[in-house]
């Protein structure tokens, strides 16, 4: 079919002797792959007929293949799953910069979005462009293959005006990653900075905007101020203020726009390196969290209903996936059960449903043992790991056994201790098993309907000593 143009409106024309070809079905691919480019980014009148010999391309491929090859192209769609991050390109659109090395950055752009591996559960990209005001080219939704990122990089106008780099790294940090714009739950944000010369504005304000919202910022500054320049600049270490960490990873320096090839794979390395994301790191994506209940016969199955839904919902507030925080439980009485272990579930519907699922057993009261079994079958696959370690031990009586030994060991051990008493539960064996400083580490509730209110300083709690340890 002949794709023609008119005012706008695609129509495919059947041309003799091609009859038998489903032009309807071209005629689907067709719209479909328009409206998706339409809509990510306006198309000049001009542009307007490259895009659609660009799409009529891809109709093309759309016919069946000859068979050769099928896996290949299935990886390909799933992109790089060893680098799983959610990234913003902002881009330098200033006359700073002027058009052709705008064009020569839009190349080195996409270079290391085609090397970074994107498809469905690798890496996303999107593009947001730094002027007078910062505005967002593509989201991170819009494209899932190499290809149409490239393509989406290419078709980027030069903006030029005011390099406000300062603020437009705090209007992406802010409004580029949210989860209807694409961004994905428990997946590194990453917004790499491209700057020609030197900002215009400040950028300390929003560095830590960005840091807030849990996102790791890099700067790759080419062409860094002259001597002459420097005067011009607001502050000299704007790169050590904005990043994520001033530690040298996050910073990249390339001396011009020309020959960049060699640039792009160590970046792209660093982008990779999910381990040195250290902005990502917040309490809700980091930490291991077992709760030890309390299965002993005073408590009584309605209570041990109203127990599980208090640990529901302090797990409820985390992100919970196989590179983010995790859930365990043990429930005890004179013996010990683990209802799940850290690996067991990687999301939070498993997590739910396994706690909505644990068996009232009913029992004695032995907590110090409990504690020391947990220490011990629980915490201790996970102790090399990099998330930090929390215990949250619910009981609603005297213990049997000493508390205070194998509570010592744990917090050894590297597990910070709540202790969550309830009903007949000794204060004195709370505080006992309690991290430092035990008042804030220590609750207790007459009724077991009490539960409920303490969610809220559980989980601060958590997230206090996360912070802490980061300091």
């Given at each position: 079919?002949?794709?023609?143009?008119?005012?706008?409106?695609?129509?495919?024309?059947?041309?003799?002797?091609q009859?038998?070809?489903?032009?309807?079905?071209a005629?689907?691919?067709?719209?479909?792959?328009?409206?998706?480019?339409?809509?990510?980014?306006?198309?000049?009148?001009?542009?307007?007929?490259?895009?659609?010999?660009a799409v009529g391309?891809?109709?093309?491929?759309?016919?069946p293949?000859?068979g050769?090859?099928?896996?290949?192209?299935?990886?390909?769609?799933a992109?790089?799953?060893?680098?799983?991050?959610?990234?913003?390109?902002?881009?330098?659109?200033?006359?700073n910069?002027?058009?052709?090395?705008?064009?020569?950055?839009?190349n080195?752009?996409?270079?290391?979005?085609?090397?970074?591996?994107?498809?469905?559960?690798?890496?996303?990209?999107?593009?947001?462009q730094?002027?007078e005001?910062?505005k967002?080219e593509?989201?991170?939704?819009?494209?899932?293959?190499a290809?149409?990122?490239?393509?989406?990089?290419?078709e980027?106008?030069?903006?030029?005006g005011?390099?406000?780099?300062?603020?437009?790294l705090?209007?992406?940090?802010?409004?580029?990653?949210?989860?209807?714009?694409?961004?994905?739950?428990?997946?590194?944000?990453?917004?790499?900075v491209f700057?020609?010369g030197?900002?215009?504005?400040?950028?300390?304000?929003?560095?830590?905007v960005a840091?807030?919202?849990?996102v790791?910022?890099?700067?790759?500054?080419?062409?860094k101020?002259?001597?002459?320049?420097?005067g011009?600049?607001?502050?000299?270490?704007f790169?050590?203020k904005?990043?994520?960490?001033?530690?040298?990873?996050f910073?990249y320096?390339?001396?011009?726009?020309?020959?960049?090839?060699?640039?792009?794979?160590?970046?792209?390395?660093?982008?990779?390196?999910?381990?040195?994301?250290?902005?990502?790191?917040?309490?809700?994506?980091?930490?291991?969290?077992?709760?030890?209940i309390?299965?002993?016969?005073?408590?009584?199955?309605s209570?041990?209903?109203?127990?599980?839904?208090?640990?529901?919902?302090?797990?409820?507030?985390?992100?919970?996936s196989?590179?983010?925080?995790?859930?365990?439980?043990?429930?005890?009485t004179y013996?010990?059960?683990?209802?799940?272990s850290?690996?067991?579930?990687?999301?939070?519907?498993?997590?739910?449903?396994?706690?909505?699922?644990?068996?009232y057993?009913?029992?004695?009261?032995?907590?110090?043992?409990?504690?020391s079994?947990?220490t011990?079958n629980?915490?201790?696959?996970?102790k090399?790991?990099?998330n930090k370690n929390?215990?949250v031990?619910?009981?609603?009586?005297?213990?049997?056994?000493?508390?205070?030994?194998?509570?010592?060991?744990?917090?050894?051990a590297?597990i910070?201790?709540?202790?969550?008493?309830?009903a007949?539960?000794?204060?004195?064996d709370?505080?006992?098993?309690?991290s430092?400083?035990?008042?804030?580490h220590t609750?207790?509730?007459r009724?077991?309907?009490?539960?409920?209110?303490?969610?809220?300083d559980i989980?601060?709690?958590?997230?206090?000593?996360?912070?802490?340890s980061?300091?």
């Amino acid at each position: 079919g002949v794709i023609t143009n008119t005012g706008g409106a695609v129509r495919v024309q059947t041309l003799p002797g091609q009859e038998n070809y489903p032009a309807v079905n071209a005629n689907g691919i067709q719209s479909q792959v328009l409206s998706r480019w339409a809509s990510s980014f306006s198309v000049t009148a001009g542009a307007r007929n490259t895009a659609l010999e660009a799409v009529g391309r891809s109709v093309s491929t759309a016919r069946p293949s000859t068979g050769k090859r099928p896996k290949k192209t299935v990886d390909k769609k799933a992109g790089n799953k060893d680098c799983k991050a959610d990234i913003a390109f902002l881009i330098d659109g200033s006359y700073n910069i002027g058009q052709r090395r705008f064009n020569l950055q839009k190349n080195f752009v996409g270079k290391v979005a085609v090397m970074l591996g994107i498809g469905t559960e690798g890496p996303h990209v999107g593009v947001v462009q730094a002027s007078e005001h910062p505005k967002i080219e593509f989201y991170l939704k819009n494209f899932t293959a190499a290809k149409e990122v490239l393509f989406a990089i290419k078709e980027l106008g030069f903006r030029g005006g005011n390099s406000n780099t300062g603020k437009a790294l705090k209007y992406t940090a802010q409004k580029f990653f949210s989860l209807e714009n694409g961004a994905r739950k428990g997946i590194p944000k990453i917004i790499v900075v491209f700057l020609d010369g030197w900002p215009s504005d400040d950028l300390e304000e929003a560095g830590i905007v960005a840091r807030e919202f849990g996102v790791n910022v890099f700067i790759v500054s080419v062409a860094k101020p002259t001597t002459e320049e420097l005067g011009m600049v607001q502050d000299i270490g704007f790169v050590d203020k904005a990043v994520c960490r001033n530690n040298g990873f996050f910073s990249y320096q390339m001396p011009t726009w020309f020959g960049t090839t060699k640039y792009v794979k160590p970046l792209v390395q660093k982008l990779c390196s999910h381990e040195q994301m250290l902005c990502s790191k917040t309490c809700y994506n980091s930490v291991n969290i077992g709760f030890l209940i309390d299965g002993s016969s005073s408590v009584g199955e309605s209570n041990f209903r109203l127990v599980l839904e208090f640990v529901s919902n302090v797990a409820k507030a985390f992100e919970i996936s196989d590179i983010g925080s995790k859930v365990a439980a043990v429930q005890f009485t004179y013996d010990q059960r683990t209802e799940f272990s850290f690996t067991d579930h990687v999301t939070k519907d498993k997590v739910l449903s396994a706690i909505r699922n644990i068996r009232y057993m009913s029992g004695g009261t032995a907590t110090g043992d409990a504690i020391s079994f947990t220490t011990r079958n629980v915490f201790g696959p996970v102790k090399e790991g990099p998330n930090k370690n929390f215990l949250v031990v619910l009981t609603d009586g005297q213990s049997y056994d000493d508390v205070r030994g194998p509570a010592a060991a744990a917090q050894k051990a590297g597990i910070t201790v709540f202790s969550v008493g309830v009903a007949w539960a000794p204060l004195d064996d709370l505080k006992d098993m309690a991290s430092e400083p035990r008042e804030s580490h220590t609750f207790f509730t007459r009724e077991f309907t009490g539960l409920e209110q303490m969610v809220p300083d559980i989980i601060r709690g958590i997230c206090r000593d996360f912070l802490d340890s980061k300091q």
